[in-house]
Structures are given as C-alpha cells and as structure tokens.
C-alpha cells in the first residue's frame, strides 16, 4: 500500500473555523458559552469539537445522552458538561460517577440524577422535556436539598426573529426563575440557542447555549460572520466517455442529450448523499460545477462533466462553505426542505473518514 490512502468519502473539519465561531458567538453573548456537542458534534466529532470550542473560549460542554458526556470525560476532557435527555428509568450512575452535571425535568429524574449538580428545566412553551408550570413548583421545593445549579429552558422559534413566542417563552422563564427564588434557591440561568445568541443578546442571562453557528451554519435569515466548519469531499474514481441518447445510473432517469464525459465518484446514499438530490445534485468537478446525472445510488454518482477535462484522482467537493463557488449544506437543505443541521448530522458515518484541520 502506498502511503497516503485514496479519497473516497472525507469530511474536513476546519478547527480554525471552529475557533472563529466560537469567538465571535462569546463576543455576541459577553456571558459564558455552552459549546453544544451532542450527536457526534453534529456529525463534526464530539472530542475535537469540544477541545477546540475549550480553546476558543467555551467554558461548557452540552451533550444529550449522558452516555455522550461520559465519552467526553473518558477522552480527558475535564471542563462541565450538562446531560439532558435519558431514556425511562435509565441509569445515571456512570455520568454522575463522572461528575457530569444533569438537566432535570421531573421528580423521576430528580431521583435518576441524585448526587450529580442539577439544572431543572422549565417547558416555557416548546413542549418537549421541561417540567410543566402546573408541576414546577412541587419540583422546585423536592429539589430543595439537591445542587441546584440552573434553571433552564428552550426556545421553540428564535430562528425566527421577532416571532412572539420568544417573548412569550423569556416571561415564563422569568416566572419560573421567582418560583425559584422563593423558595430559595440561588441558580444561574440559560435560556438561548444560536439563534437567540445571534438576534436576543437580552436573552443571553448567565450562558448561552451554542450549537449550530459554532459549526458556521446560520440559523438566522441575515448575515453573520460565520464560517462553516465542514467540507465533504471525495475524487473522481474513473473516467468515461458515453454516446448521445445513452442512459445513466439505475431507472435511466437520465438520458445523454450529447455525446459528454462522464467522472465516477466513489459516494452515495451510504455516505451521507441523499438520494433523494437525484436529478439535482451538483457537485465541484476540478473547479467547476457540474450536475449528477441520474440517481444517487448507495455507493456511488456519475457527473456529467460534457465536454470539461476531468480525470481520475480529481477532487470532488461535495459540499463546503461556498467561497468557491462549490454547493453548500444548506443548498443541500434547502433542496431537500429540510435544515443543514440534518444535512451535516447525517454525515456521522463509520465510511467517512474525518480529517482535522488546524487541531493544537
Ligand atoms: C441542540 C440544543 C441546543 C443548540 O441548538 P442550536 O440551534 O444548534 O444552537 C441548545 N439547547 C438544547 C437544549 C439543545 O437540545
């Protein structure tokens, strides 16, 4: 084997981008910054997201299992990590033996995360976890005697500025925060996501909590400084030349107009390429944009480059941050009516390689 290993599927994570974000969103907040790494790092790797976000300024680390935090501590990471979703009965021992801190939303949790320092969490109008009004009362006062670090909640559409559920969510959260006080407790607050840390710096209260702009995917419909932190690329695995009226790729749902040069590329649905962009994917070629012609199958696409010079060995990428001209993961998104978080998360797959940039 030759040294270096071709290219078939890689995601780069630039640490650098990273560092900026993080800089830029502690700049915006001017409170602590939770760097929210759960699900891999959104598919970018937990372990060097969260050291490098450490690095650039974050003090916290947020994950959503608590299996995820436990990974970090066993990776040497020391900082504070708050764990927040669990299964039914599921046991916290190892997570708080690890000295990770726990989101609590009910009495049942309560118990589930004694010994750890908690942060009860309020539903201010997401409706997912988070204790209800009705109940929050009777959890505060069960929770009397426990580490009560925080309180906490999450916003249901910051992504959206000026919609009025924020406000609406900030008051209940004030609520939530007095019924705390009376009764003594003395905890700090989180409430905001990226897009409130971006658009409702008076919601920053004590931390914010950052995920997506940290990995420079804007949530917000407006211009920010941010750099996506993700490039995935492959290589032109082999070259063809193919007649006018020749079909491509399973189903023939693509038909040759003119006699064109078509470049194999080793990446499909198995790594991380939707197959339902078949019929409008684009990819980089050398350069270039190019269109893939026909289906995306589960291992491989088939550019159509006309009558452009391609060659085996030419990098391909897929998507990056767009400086160049190459597509973008909220392209890819947008397309396919979904959001970049789902577009980037998906790439969390053992047939990707990662390569890091700029790790210290
Ligand atoms: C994922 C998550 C975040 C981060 O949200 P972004 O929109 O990616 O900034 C913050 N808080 C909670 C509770 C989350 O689940």
Redesign the pocket.
Known sequence: MSGHSALRAEAVVDLDALRHNVALLAERAKVPV?A?V?ADG?GHGAVQIAKAALEAGATWL?S?SAAEAVDLRKAGIEAPILA??YAAGEDLSDAVAAGVDL?VSSLDELRMAEGAPIHL?IDTGLNRNGCSAEQWPELVRAARDHDVRAI?S?LAS??EPGNPSVDRQAERFEWAYEVARAEGLEPMRHL??????LTRPDLAYDMV???????GLN?VPRHEDLRPVMTFRSSVAGVKRIHAGEGVSYGHTWIAERDTTLALVPVGYADGVPRGLSGRLEVFVAGQRQPVAGRVCMDQIVVDCGDDKVSPGDEVILFGPGDRGEPTAREWADKLGTID?EIVTNMYRPRVRRRYLGAR
Do not use: E
């Open positions: 939770m929210v759960k959104y947020g959503c927040w979703l989101g969490k906490w999450h910051a992504d905001a996501n990226s897009a409130a840390t909590r950052v995920g997506i702009a940290m990995y949530p978080y």
